[in-house]
């Protein structure tokens, strides 16, 4: 019997892709740690013996999206208290 299309490995990592493209039009860190999550999902499909339901599997991918964008946040971001600013305008 053919496996649900959920439990497809390359299905995820495709999806993974188009929300690394995505992240790269529209930039913020926001659908990085998707992809990041939907990469790693897809990653694990790839053990055999591993075919979770698809509830479980989308807990797994959205426990692991949140720790992505926790650990690009803590990296990326600016230290605490401190604001970006900008004193020189690049026409000048």
Do not use: C
Not at 63 to 75: D, F, G, K
């Amino acid at each position: 019997m053919a496996d649900p299309f959920w439990l497809t490995w390359w299905l995820w990592l495709a999806w993974a892709l188009a929300l690394g493209i995505l992240e790269i039009v529209l930039p913020g860190f926001i659908f990085l740690g998707f992809a990041i999550g939907a990469a790693v999902t897809g990653l694990l499909l790839i053990i055999p013996g591993i075919t979770p339901s698809l509830p479980i599997l989308l807990l797994i991918f959205a426990a692991l999206s949140l720790i992505a964008w926790l650990v690009l946040r803590r990296v990326y971001s600016l230290p605490h208290g401190q604001v970006k600013t900008f004193r020189h305008d690049i026409n000048d």
